[in-house]
């Protein structure tokens, strides 16, 4: 049937797998960062021995020092503590978002990619629509009428990244749809979903991973300004553009904004470093 | 004007205005299907203090008694005559509420593609004339920094390093010229950061191109080359990225607003989410969409007449530099 195509196909990708793994020094240095912000969400209490929540009073608004690595906020918590603390809201809801997009947009790309016709029109029209309103006020209204919490602010930003997801995947499924061997597995008799499955969906796939991973830095910015203007979970929180919101009222003491600021930056720069990367080896 | 040019622009209308109507229906949609319910979260919050009667006379006044299917009829009607309905909170028209507001807005949004645009520029031709040695791949890695930082934070900086530290501007005083320019800055970088990646690969293409290479071998030198072939093909097909940054240009002045504390669109989005004032919000975001469908429609007509290597065949837009063939409408550019 169709696996001579198929077959080639995967092992060319497999020999280039081994070549892949060979990286840029700053790529790998890019990979540690976000190996590091992964660990923080996941088990941020081996990374720090204070309190995200309760404080010292006496030891507020102290300078960053070896016992506080990024100082103190108001009420005395250790701002390390907090920043390692809110990674996993602002690490996993930027994951929430960009699995909402790459689902629902995908979906919408390959139908309208794989069907043509009038559900191509149809479904154009509306990824038109969702492209028409600016990203940031549509993720702004989205949260408004679900209701402010770090979750549907991920939801938001989720709903305002569908449309790029399904252009893109939609350009990638018409690419590999007139390709020889999609072609070549019609000819002999693969049936419409089958050859969807097996040769369009793994093909079309490989370009949406970069852009994935690129929605992913762009979300964590998102959900930081969605959560800077108070439209994420409230105060004993710590997501990190709320901790820079926080900071905002006490800018003598900088350091309550610029050392969140810093670690959101480089996470941002690390994950569209690996992004670019990917693109270039694919 | 050409037979061909004709057909392309009435199609280009006709799917622009199809889009505006479209976008309000969705947002309609959004704003009064999903769950929260602006009756009871606003008008039967005791703080507010109405009695039943005024509850009872507002849904009747806002129709919000009536089918949905009815109160979208009557509300897309209204959007067409440029009836924007009333405020829930203020009981004054939307209309008035944006018209106080929208002046700021713009000069702050004018003045951020202006630094927009000129950052760009600087980073993206400072890449032709500064050699591979003294700091070129330094300016090629700005857009992607720019891009990584969110604009609060700039804006944050800025104001701390210039209103705090040097005390240039007064935090209190948010329209002042410094303030507005500092804004401005806040609001541009990240957009720079989009045009300026354009312009630095097409910038590269361009210098690859056959005549290039010509210009190069009849001893032309770095500067005559970049002035004289490489700058008109390579700058042009910013219009359309212009175009495409509107969105996130408005976007940005609701976060650049709150920052700065300026009155703006994005106070008044600030001010109606807080209050659930859900026409006021609906209002000002198919507003957003009116002007990005717009502005790109404009765009896309103006193209074919500044670049005269796109053709028009059958009523369809050919673009030999920036197009992505397989979408319809416009290009969407995926900022790597």
Known sequence: MTFVANSTLSRGSRSGWAEALRMPPIVALSFLITATIIAWSIAPQLFTAYSPVVGVPADKLLGPSAEHWFGTDHLGRDLYARVVYGTASSVSSALVAVVIGVLAGGLIGLLAGFLGGWVDVVLARLVDVLLSIPKFLLAVIVVTAIGFETINAAIATGVSAVAIFARVT????????????????????????????RHILPNASRSVLPLAVLQFG????????????????????SDWGLLISIGKDYLKWPWLVYAPAFITIVTVLSVNRISRWLRKTD | MSNAYLTYAAKRLGQAVVVILLAYVFTFVVVSILPGDPITSV?????????????????????????IIVQLWHSLSGFLTGDLGMSMRSNRPVST?????????LILASAGLAVALVLAML???????????????????????FLSVPNFVIGLVLIHLFGFQLGLFRVINPDSFWATLFAAIALGIPISAQIAEVLIANLDKEAEQEYATVARSR???QARLFASHLLKPASLPVVTVIALTIGELLGGSLITETVFGRTGIGSLVQRSVSTQDLPVLQAIVSLGAVIFVLVNLVADLLYPLLDPRVKILGGQKRQPTTADETSIGP??????
């Not at chain 2, 509420?97 to 807005?105: F, G, H």
């Open chain 1, 170 to 197: 939609r350009a990638e499924v018409i690419k590999t749809r007139q390709a020889t061997f999609v072609e070549a597995a019609f000819l002999s008799g693969g049936s419409r979903w089958f050859i969807l499955w």
């Open chain 1, 218 to 237: 762009e979300s964590i910015l998102v959900i930081a300004s969605l959560a800077f203007l108070g439209y994420g979970d409230p105060p004993p929180a």
């Open chain 2, 43 to 67: 008008l039967r919050n005791p703080q507010n203090g109405f009695s039943e009667e005024e509850i009872a006379e507002i849904i009747a006044a806002q129709g919000l008694d009536k089918p």
């Open chain 2, 97 to 105: 509420l944006i018209a106080e507001v929208l002046p700021s807005t």
């Open chain 2, 123 to 145: 980073v993206a031709y400072g890449t032709r004339f500064v050699p591979k040695r003294y700091g070129q791949g330094l300016l090629r890695g700005f857009p992607s920094l």
């Open chain 2, 219 to 221: 001893g032309i030198g």
């Open chain 2, 331 to 336: 290009t969407r550019v995926v900022t790597p």
